[in-house]
């Protein structure tokens, strides 16, 4: 079964930093890109970054450029996404998702996400 | 920066056909894909490439996309359509999630 799970979320205060992991399973890793997507409470979906199988190759929101930075352990199955200079607006559930069974960049496959909350 | 635009909120009657539209300059060059998102729950694709169903998905749920609009469409809408759906395009190396449309079945 190919399962995405998240974890790594936490309280931390504005300015902070937090890594958070998406264990994958169930499927050949390394043979695909992984996005992280954010939900702010009460929000809609927003896309934070995506990094290729390879990880040779990463992509970033305008809001999150130059503080958050997506990486990979392939030997390992893990995504990572660590977040530096938090901010409140950072505040949201984080996901991972794979583009695995379809194409045109649609996410088919999504982790249950982990709790991101920036406050003092 | 690209951005698609979804009405806020959609009604609907059971049984009746719901449309969910999302705008974007010039989307129907672009792949449109569509979410459904109940609460609580992560979301689940419901359509691909503007017209195509995940496996699993039921019948009802359908896309079309042209010009500057993409559509989702539920035909005989059932009680546990009630969800917010978001559609979402790809553009020079970023995803774009519309601002979603909460679907109310009454």
């Known amino acids: 079964e190919v399962q995405l799970l998240g974890s790594g979320g936490g309280l931390v205060q504005p300015g902070g930093s937090l890594r958070l992991s998406c264990a994958a399973s169930?499927?050949?890793?390394?043979?695909?890109?992984m996005s992280w997507v954010r939900q702010a409470p009460g929000k809609g979906l927003e896309w934070v970054s995506d990094?290729?199988?390879?990880?040779?190759?990463?992509n970033y929101a305008d809001s999150v450029e130059g503080r958050f930075s997506i990486s990979r352990d392939n030997s390992k199955n893990t995504l990572y996404l660590q977040m530096n200079s938090l901010r409140a607006e950072d505040t949201a559930v984080y996901s991972c998702?794979?583009?695995?069974?379809?194409?045109?960049?649609?996410?088919?496959?999504w982790g249950q996400g982990t709790m991101v909350t920036v406050s003092s | 920066s690209y951005e698609l635009t979804q009405p806020p909120s959609v009604s609907v009657s059971p049984g009746q056909t719901a449309s969910i539209s999302c705008s974007g300059e010039?989307?129907?060059?672009?792949?449109a894909n569509w979410y459904q998102q109940k609460p609580g729950q992560s979301p689940v694709l419901v359509i691909y490439?503007?017209?195509k169903r995940p496996s699993g998905i039921p019948e009802r749920f359908s896309g079309s996309n042209s010009g500057n609009t993409a559509t989702l469409t539920i035909s005989g809408t059932q009680a546990m359509d009630e969800a917010d759906y978001y559609c979402?395009?790809?553009?020079?190396?970023?995803?774009?999630f519309g601002g979603g449309t909460k679907l109310t079945v009454l």
């Open positions: 998702a794979v583009e695995m069974a379809t194409s045109g960049h649609a996410f088919d496959i």
């Open positions: 169930g499927f050949s890793f390394s043979s695909y890109a």
């Open positions: 990094i290729s199988g390879s990880g040779g190759s990463t």
């Open positions: 010039n989307l129907g060059n672009k792949y």
């Open positions: 490439e503007d017209t």
């Open positions: 979402q395009a790809w553009d020079s190396n970023t995803v774009i």
